[in-house]
Antibody
Framework: EVQLIESGGGLVQSGGSLRLSCAAS????????MNWVRQAPGKGLEWISY????????HYADSVKGRFSISRDNAKNLLYLQLSSLRAEDTAVYYC??????????WGQGTMVTVSS | QSALTQPAFVSGSPGQSITISCTGS?????????VSWFQQSPGNAPKLMIF???KRPSGISNRFSGSKSGNTASLTISGLQAEDEADYYC??????????FGGGTKLTVL
């Protein structure tokens, strides 16, 4: 089955760090660029980071630049997002998303990150 | 990047057609033919309904159609059904491998 499964979310204090993982299966992971998209409780969707199929280039939204770091391990079919210097406004469901010709065609179920102040 | 502008709420009766607008700028919607639309039901991940302005992924009903004129994209749902009730988001490629979403539209089927 073609799917993405995120893990690593949880409760963290303001200023803390967390690493999210996304396991891909059912497709050739190394053929696709990947993204992270988040959704704060009751709010809309926000694109936050992109990584090319081979690992570069990498891009971030201004809201997370310098604090978050995206990476991937194509040998293990894993996508990562390292979250640092977390703020209350980073509280959200974080989705791992596959990119196919500039469209987000496959989404994981999401993992919740809660930052307590 | 500023968020794309969508109406917060749209409603229609079963069988009717509704259109959701998505207004961006000449830097995103108006510049690239990469507007997508997503449907999100409560508690679920978004689902791709339209890509490249007007293309439907395999398995998506032809009741869903996309169009674009200048800096405004639109999603039309014809033959409205109760199961269409959900939140809808537009999204545009904005260059330099970045994307911008709309604020979302809550569709109510009366």
């Amino acid at each position: 089955e073609v799917q993405l499964i995120e893990s690593g979310g949880g409760l963290v204090q303001s200023g803390g760090s967390l690493r999210l993982s996304c396991a891909a299966s059912g497709f050739i992971f190394s053929d696709y660029s990947m993204n992270w998209v988040r959704q704060a409780p009751g709010k809309g969707l926000e694109w936050i980071s992109y990584i090319r199929d081979g690992g570069g280039p990498i891009h971030y939204a201004d809201s997370v630049k310098g604090r978050f770091s995206i990476s991937r391990d194509n040998a293990k079919n894993l996508l990562y997002l390292q979250l640092s210097s977390l703020r209350a406004e980073d509280t959200a469901v974080y989705y791992c998303v596959r990119d196919h010709i500039f469209a987000f065609d496959l989404w994981g179920q999401g993992t919740m990150v809660t930052v307590s102040s | 990047q500023s968020a794309l502008t969508q109406p917060a709420f749209v409603s229609g009766s079963p069988g009717q057609s509704i259109t959701i607008s998505c207004t961006g700028s000449s830097s995103d919607v108006g510049k690239y033919d990469f507007v997508s639309w997503f449907q999100q039901s409560p508690g679920n991940a978004p689902k791709l309904m339209i890509f490249e302005d007007n293309k439907r992924p395999s398995g998506i009903s032809n009741r869903f159609s996309g169009s674009k004129s200048g800096n405004t994209a639109s999603l039309t749902i014809s033959g409205l059904q109760a199961e269409d009730e959900a939140d809808y988001y537009c999204c545009s490629f904005a260059g330099d491998f970045s994307w911008v979403f709309g604020g979302g539209t809550k569709l109510t089927v009366l």
